[in-house]
T-cell receptor
Framework: GNSVTQMEGPVTLSEEAFLTINCTYT??????LFWYVQYPGEGLQLLLK?????DKGSNKGFEATYRKETTSFHLEKGSVQVSDSAVYFC????????FGTGTSLTVIP | DAGVIQSPRHEVTEMGQEVTLRCKPI?????LFWYRQTMMRGLELLIY????????DSGMPEDRFSAKMPNASFSTLKIQPSEPRDSAVYFC?????????????FGSGTQLSVL
C-alpha cells in the first residue's frame, strides 16, 4: 500500500542553521510528492511539489528532490528563519493523498 | 479569493450532543475533502466529494459520522452522538482537479473538544 514516513520531531534550530527533514515513501504506483506546511492555528499550505523522479521542487528557499532509487523526498533549507517555525508534512498523491505525521520545527533567534 | 472557509473555529460540546461542522470550498473547485487531524493518527481522510457527490467515504470512522454536500458551495460534517474520542481538528479542503497536478487548499480547521 501507500504510506509516508517522516522524521519525528520536534526539531529545534538556531536562526540561519541548515535544515533537513527526512521523508521516505512507499507507493504502488508512480506518485507525485509534496511538502505542506502548517503554521500555528492555520490549515496546511502547499510548500512545494515534484511530480516525477529526479524533479526538484523549490519554494521560499526550501528544496526537495524526488529520489525514486531511495524512495525519498527530503526537505532542505540552507538558512532557516524564525518565521519558518511550523509543522511540516510530507505527502504523496497516488489515488489519493497520503500524509506523514508531521515534523514540528522551532527556530530560535 | 477568500480560500476555503470553515466554521466554527472552535467547538466545545458535551458527550452525546450533535455537532455540525461547516465548510465553504473555493468557488469553482469540483472536489471537496474532509480530514481529521489527531496527535495519534496524524491527518486522516474521512470522505471526499466530486461535483457534490460522495465518492469515497471509507475513512468515515462510524455511523455516527455523516457528511453532505447539498450544493457546490457548502458542505457539512455531522457527528451524532459525539464522543470524547472524536476530539480533534477537522479540516476541509478543496481542489480544482484530480490527478498528478492536484493541489489541495485547506481551510483553517475546526478544533472540536468533546467533554
Amino acid at each position: 500500500g501507500n504510506s509516508v514516513t517522516q522524521m519525528e520531531g520536534p526539531v529545534t534550530l538556531s536562526e540561519e542553521a541548515f535544515l533537513t527533514i527526512n521523508c521516505t515513501y512507499t507507493a504502488t504506483g508512480y506518485p507525485s510528492l509534496f511538502w505542506y506546511v502548517q503554521y500555528p492555528g492555520e490549515g496546511l499550505q502547499l510548500l512545494l511539489k515534484a511530480t516525477k523522479a529526479d524533479d526538484k521542487g523549490s519554494n521560499k528557499g526550501f528544496e526537495a528532490t524526488y529520489r525514486k532509487e531511495t524512495t525519498s523526498f527530503h526537505l532542505e533549507k540552507g538558512s532557516v528563519q524564525v518565521s519558518d517555525s511550523a509543522v511540516y508534512f510530507c505527502a504523496l498523491k497516488d489515488d489519493q493523498f497520503y500524509f506523514g505525521t508531521g515534523t514540528s520545527l522551532t527556530v530560535i533567534p | 479569493d477568500a480560500g476555503v472557509i470553515q466554521s466554527p473555529r472552535h467547538e466545545v460540546t458535551e458527550m452525546g450532543q450533535e455537532v455540525t461542522l461547516r465548510c465553504k470550498p473555493i468557488s469553482g473547485h469540483d472536489y471537496l475533502f474532509w480530514y481529521r487531524q489527531t496527535m495519534m493518527r496524524g491527518l486522516e481522510l474521512l470522505i471526499y466529494f466530486n461535483n457534490n457527490v460522495p465518492i469515497d467515504d471509507s475513512g468515515m470512522p462510524e455511523d455516527r459520522f455523516s457528511a453532505k454536500m447539498p450544493n457546490a458551495s457548502f458542505s457539512t460534517l455531522k457527528i451524532q452522538p459525539s464522543e470524547p474520542r472524536d476530539s480533534a481538528v477537522y479540516f476541509c479542503a478543496s481542489s480544482l482537479v484530480r490527478g498528478r497536478g492536484e493541489k489541495l487548499f485547506f481551510g483553517s480547521g475546526t478544533q472540536l473538544s468533546v467533554l
